[in-house]
Every structure is written in structure tokens, then in C-alpha cells.
């Protein structure tokens, strides 16, 4: 290592070494005071605090080893779109003109499932065992006649007409990752922040631990995979990790609006003003 690299380093492990957090700073204890304040007074604040650890209370079912493998690693495919213009095998193009888009039906006690609401089919047919690691270099699952099963094993299917349909992957975007666990970790943090309940705060920590972790798969060596799917059968376009960020982050947003509990955009008000010296 040159020896200014190295001088570096060394000011970068110091830099970071004053400036670790070792106290709350935002949700100061000022703050705090004024929230607990107004639970004890206020029953809408009660009710915030009720709805924080309704929301966040699914996830203390898991074992620490269960929330780190509900994480994706890395390389499994993620999906923002079925088909672009032509999500439904079945419907074609009419499950966007009556649904608009995103149109799909899914939710986390069917994992992986996705139902399309004009035929109310369920795709794929097979129960996906997470997790694939094959990434873009894996080949899908191909239509065996017309009237075979549609079977996806985290790739994606190709079907009859040659069109490639990302089932497993449009869900474990959506769901999986919007949903349950940026969504989750929201929800236990902030359950946690009302309640002062350790298992929400230890929850989220155990989740944001694998989702930061560099080694999180054995293979790990990028950003992780994201695709929109395209009209090529083949291979979709990829996106770059600033795009995926992006995407990431403005879906998040978008989901925030669809949770209850203190972080939906319909209880923000409440919130502010639970926070609020007023």
C-alpha cells in the first residue's frame, strides 16, 4: 500500500472512529419526553403507539437464523415489472388497461405467488424454495406445450409465445423487499422507539445487520440484481447500483402511503404532532 493511501486510512478509521453515534440524537430524549407525554394524555397518541406494534409484531415469530435467511442474498433476481405491456400470460395486455400497473395480488402468507385480478390465475404453479444465485446468467424455465405448468424457479418463465414472465422475482421485489423488509425494519424501528420493547429493536437490528453485510452471500462480488422486464424473451436490462438505489428509495416512499401505523403518510400528521412541543 502507498504510503499516502495508507495515511488515509489511518485518518478515515479515526475520522469514523469520533464520529460514532453513542447516543440517540435525532429522537432526542427531550423529544421522548414529549411523546411519552402525550400517550399518557392523548388516546389518538396511544393509538399510534398500538399501531406501531401491530405492525411490527409479525416479525418477532422469527428466530434471529429465520429473519437472516428472509433477507435475499445478493445475486437473486428482483423484478419491478411481470412483463412490461404484457404481464399476464393469460390476459395479455388487459390486466394493465383494468389494473393499471403493478397490477398483481400477492401478499406474504402465499410467498411467491402472485394472482392476476381480471382471470384470478395464480402464478407459477411450483412453490419457489428460495434462494437462486444464478443471477443473470441463469437460464429460466421454458413452457412445455400450452398447456404445461409454468414453473419458475427465480428466473423468470419463458412461455408459448416466447415471452419471458418474471413472476418469483416481481415478488420478491414488491413484497419482500418493499413490503417486508423495508417496510419491516421501518415498522420495528419504530414500534421499538414507541415501546421501548427490546424484541422489536433486536429484530430490526438482526435484519439490518444482513442486509448490510458484505458477506451476505458466499458469492457476493456486486450491487445486487435488478431488472425491468423487457419484451425480449432472452435477457432483460440491467440497471446500475445508482439506478437501483433510486428505485429502491421511490418505492419505498410509494409503500410507506399503503402501511398502517406511525410511518404512513396518513398518520404523519399524528406523528409530527405527538413529536411536537405543542
Given at each position: 500500500?502507498?504510503?499516502?493511501?495508507?495515511?488515509?486510512?489511518?485518518?478515515?478509521?479515526?475520522?469514523?472512529?469520533?464520529?460514532?453515534?453513542?447516543?440517540?440524537?435525532?429522537?432526542?430524549a427531550?423529544?421522548?419526553?414529549?411523546?411519552?407525554?402525550?400517550v399518557?394524555?392523548?388516546?389518538?397518541?396511544?393509538?399510534?403507539?398500538?399501531?406501531?406494534?401491530?405492525?411490527?409484531?409479525?416479525?418477532?415469530?422469527?428466530?434471529?437464523?429465520?429473519?437472516?435467511?428472509?433477507?435475499?442474498?445478493?445475486?437473486?433476481?428482483?423484478?419491478?415489472?411481470?412483463?412490461?405491456?404484457?404481464?399476464?400470460?393469460?390476459?395479455?395486455?388487459?390486466?394493465?388497461?383494468?389494473?393499471?400497473?403493478?397490477?398483481?395480488?400477492?401478499?406474504?402468507d402465499?410467498?411467491?405467488?402472485?394472482?392476476?385480478p381480471?382471470?384470478?390465475?395464480?402464478?407459477?404453479?411450483?412453490?419457489?424454495e428460495?434462494?437462486?444465485?444464478?443471477?443473470?446468467?441463469?437460464?429460466?424455465?421454458?413452457?412445455?406445450?400450452?398447456?404445461?405448468?409454468?414453473?419458475?424457479?427465480?428466473?423468470?418463465w419463458v412461455g408459448?409465445?416466447?415471452?419471458?414472465y418474471?413472476f418469483?422475482?416481481?415478488?420478491?421485489?414488491w413484497?419482500?423487499?418493499?413490503?417486508?423488509?423495508?417496510?419491516?425494519?421501518?415498522?420495528?424501528?419504530?414500534?421499538?422507539?414507541?415501546?421501548?420493547?427490546?424484541?422489536?429493536?433486536?429484530?430490526?437490528?438482526?435484519?439490518?445487520?444482513?442486509?448490510?453485510?458484505?458477506?451476505?452471500?458466499?458469492?457476493a462480488?456486486?450491487?445486487?440484481?435488478?431488472?425491468?422486464?423487457?419484451h425480449?424473451?432472452?435477457?432483460?436490462?440491467?440497471?446500475?447500483?445508482?439506478?437501483?438505489?433510486?428505485?429502491?428509495?421511490?418505492?419505498?416512499?410509494?409503500?410507506?402511503?399503503?402501511?398502517?401505523?406511525?410511518?404512513?403518510?396518513?398518520?404523519?400528521?399524528s406523528?409530527?404532532?405527538?413529536?411536537?412541543?405543542?
Open positions: 500500500m502507498a504510503k499516502g493511501t495508507f495515511v488515509c486510512a489511518l485518518l478515515l478509521v479515526a475520522a469514523g472512529a469520533g464520529w460514532a453515534k453513542t447516543a440517540r440524537s435525532y429522537y432526542d427531550e423529544t421522548m419526553e414529549r411523546v411519552r407525554a402525550k399518557e394524555a392523548f388516546d389518538w397518541a396511544q393509538a399510534q403507539v398500538e399501531a406501531a406494534a401491530d405492525a411490527a409484531r409479525w416479525h418477532l415469530q422469527f428466530s434471529d437464523e429465520e429473519l437472516w435467511q428472509f433477507v435475499p442474498p445478493p445475486e437473486q433476481i428482483r423484478a419491478i415489472n411481470v412483463h412490461i405491456g404484457h404481464d399476464c400470460p393469460i390476459c395479455g395486455d388487459e390486466i394493465t388497461r383494468r389494473a393499471g400497473h403493478y397490477p398483481w395480488e400477492m401478499d406474504r402465499r410467498p411467491f405467488k402472485l394472482t392476476c381480471v382471470c384470478g390465475t395464480t402464478f407459477p404453479d411450483n412453490d419457489f428460495p434462494w437462486n444465485t444464478e443471477g443473470l446468467e441463469g437460464e429460466p424455465e421454458r413452457a412445455q406445450g400450452p398447456d404445461g405448468p409454468v414453473i419458475d424457479r427465480g428466473l423468470g408459448p409465445d416466447g415471452l419471458r418474471w418469483v422475482p416481481y415478488y420478491i421485489f413484497q419482500r423487499w418493499v413490503k417486508d423488509i423495508i417496510g419491516g425494519m421501518e415498522t420495528l424501528g419504530q414500534a421499538y422507539l414507541l415501546t421501548g420493547d427490546p424484541r422489536y429493536g433486536h429484530a430490526c437490528a438482526v435484519m439490518m445487520a444482513r442486509v448490510a453485510s458484505p458477506g451476505a452471500s458466499p458469492t462480488s456486486g450491487p445486487p440484481a435488478m431488472i425491468s422486464a423487457s425480449s424473451p432472452t435477457m432483460p436490462s440491467t440497471r446500475s447500483s445508482t439506478r437501483t438505489r433510486r428505485c429502491s428509495n421511490s418505492c419505498a416512499r410509494r409503500a410507506s402511503t399503503t402501511r398502517a401505523g406511525p410511518l404512513s403518510r396518513t398518520c404523519s400528521r406523528w409530527r404532532a405527538m413529536c411536537s412541543g405543542a
